[in-house]
T-cell receptor, first 114, second 110 residues
Framework: NAGVTQTPKFRVLKTGQSMTLLCAQD?????MYWYRQDPGMGLRLIHY???????AKGEVPDGYNVSRLKKQNFLLGLESAAPSQTSVYFC?????????????FGQGTRLTVV | QQPVQSPQAVILREGEDAVINCSSS?????VHWYRQKHGEAPVFLMI?????EQKGHDKISASFNEKKQQSSLYLTASQLSYSGTYFC???????????FGAGTILRVKS
């Protein structure tokens, strides 16, 4: 059972380039989340989805877009990367609302923007 | 909206106890606790729902005071394996978001 898989695991971008991070889960979870993790700031919620075809903004959505065309996949896009987006990105999924079920995390994507 | 964790960091010797606190300015429906080892993904420890319920996981337990909008994680007789960063995540009634605090770094020394 793979759980939550993120690709790629590492990436270096130049300022202004675009890229897409892919998150795939095989647990038939309804809810999926994208977080970024920076030193001293914990896990900050970028965007989340409560089901196929739906997305919503989290705490730090600026500069990112997401799509949930298939239930098992949640894509995070950076249209024009900036050095401030250098971070470790984690995807997570849960059965339903995050209020009362555990979230399963992927292994993370380390992104550096130069 | 991010919950506030304290302390930011704590160093213990094996066998000592520790308490990590998590508080919110908004009314809480649930509190999640996760532990993250260096270079790894966060791993779920436990969830507490409103009602002041206390839960336990091995020698790690937690309480949730709904009225004070606070939760505390208790680590008893700490082991080297307890080292890592602990995050509390909070859920709010009627909401679908899971928002995490900045984390508490715990280091257990032999």
């Amino acid at each position: 059972n793979a759980g939550v898989t993120q690709t790629p695991k590492f990436r270096v971008l130049k300022t202004g380039q675009s890229m897409t991070l892919l998150c795939a889960q095989d647990m038939n979870h309804e809810y999926m989340y994208w977080y970024r993790q920076d030193p001293g700031m914990g896990l900050r919620l970028i965007h989340y989805s409560v089901g196929e075809g739906t997305t919503a903004k989290g705490e730090v959505p600026d500069g990112y877009n997401v799509s949930r065309l298939k239930k098992q996949n949640f894509l995070l896009g950076l249209e024009s990367a900036a050095p401030s987006q250098t971070s470790v990105y984690f995807c997570a999924s849960s059965v339903r609302t995050g209020e009362n079920t555990e979230a399963f995390f992927g292994q993370g994507t380390r992104l550096t923007v130069v | 909206q991010q919950p506030v964790q304290s302390p930011q960091a704590v160093i213990l010797r094996e066998g000592e106890d520790a308490v990590i606190n998590c508080s919110s300015s908004k009314a809480l429906y649930s509190v999640h606790w996760y532990r993250q080892k260096h270079g790894e993904a966060p791993v779920f420890l436990m969830i507490l729902l409103k009602g002041g319920e206390q839960k336990g996981h091995d020698k790690i337990s937690a309480s949730f005071n709904e009225k004070k909008q606070q939760s505390s994680l208790y680590l008893t007789a700490s082991q080297l394996s307890y080292s890592g960063t602990y995050f509390c995540g909070t859920g709010y009634s009627g909401g679908n978001k899971l928002v995490f605090g900045a984390g508490t770094i715990l280091r257990v020394k032999s």
